[in-house]
């Protein structure tokens, strides 16, 4: 709620940066730049959840990865795009699974474990690339995403809305949600109590993966082309934004509302920044020192750890 209200007090402070910011257009705007970043940082939410210091480090990664495995094998063609959608979400749930493993069955701190993968998977890129992006997005891709299709609402809102209402569900309405937040509360005392802890930690760092995949999926949609970094802006702000939305670093606590509305609070930040006009080092600097006085804040919550 403290960052939905956050998000409302920075639209309105771009009327006063910007004449005509404060329109429904405007608002429809922020919203479908912020659902990008929202459904990319759904994965890193139920990592976070999952606690023992676990952070996705890898989602830029699988991001670039799923993006240019889809415009690869579409190549243009309408009738590739839900075959090249299944191949890229295979991909980021066997990166996921990689990553669960190497942390649960090999004792890999997180952090450690999924930057280590995240060289792996750039490697690859380069190595089966060379550089060169070969194929073409499907234009279907782009309609859906951009066209209207709740009113004014364009493709990529109901998207994210639908992202979010089955997010809701799995935490709050399934047996996997309630032992998430008992592993990230206490590890030693969900084994206790009969949770899998092993099972839930590799499942959560695989519907990481395949978050990250279809969110490369839908950026695909969006840009219409790809490159070797295309992920990687979105790597730290997934992590913020799960923050922001008042999820506990050290797990067991959180919802991916509150993701959904630190999103938003990212993109008025950064969107009144560029409104003001301001020298991008200046952006930067301003924007980073925002961002940690946020942290700062959601910092001082209570541990749910022994």
């Known amino acids: ?94 990166i996921g699974l990689a990553n669960g493993i190497g942390v649960m069955a090999l004792g890999i701190p997180p952090l450690v474990m999924t930057l280590g993968m995240t060289g792996i998977v750039q490697g690859t890129i380069l190595v089966v690339t060379q550089g060169q992006m070969i194929g073409k997005a499907a234009p279907i891709m782009g309609e859906a995403i951009s066209q209207p299709l709740l009113g004014p609402l364009p493709g990529i809102v109901v998207i994210w809305l639908l992202v979010g209402t089955l997010m809701w569900m799995l935490l709050e309405r399934t047996g996997y949600g309630k032992r998430l937040f008992a592993v990230g509360v206490n590890r030693e005392t969900a084994r206790l109590s009969g949770v899998r802890v092993p099972v839930v930690v590799v499942l959560t760092y ?67 920044l560029t409104a003001s006009q301001l020298p991008e080092a200046t952006r930067q600097i301003v924007l980073g020192v925002l961002l940690l006085a946020l942290l700062s804040v959601y910092g001082r919550q209570r541990a749910l750890r022994q």
Request: proline share 2%.
């Open 206 to 272: 695989m519907a990481s993966g395949v978050l990250s995949a279809f969110g490369g999926f839908i950026l695909l949609g969006f840009t219409q082309n790809v490159f070797l970094n295309l992920g990687t802006p979105y790597l730290f702000p997934s992590v913020a934004a799960v923050v922001i939305g008042g999820t506990v670093l050290a797990g067991g606590k959180g919802s991916y509302w509150g993701t959904m509305a630190g999103a938003l609070v990212l993109t008025l930040l950064t969107s009144l």
């Open 1 to 94: 709620m403290i960052a939905l209200l956050l998000a409302v007090v920075l639209f309105f402070l771009g009327g006063l940066l910007q004449p005509g910011f404060v329109s429904v257009a405007q608002a429809i705007n922020i919203i479908r730049l912020a659902a990008f970043l929202g459904i990319i940082a759904a994965g890193q939410t139920l990592v976070i959840i999952s606690g023992h210091e676990g952070i996705d480090l890898s989602v830029g990664a699988v991001v670039t990865l799923s993006a240019i495995l889809v415009f690869r094998i579409v190549n243009g063609n309408n009738g590739m795009v839900i075959p090249a959608l299944a191949v890229a979400l295979a991909a980021g749930a066997l």
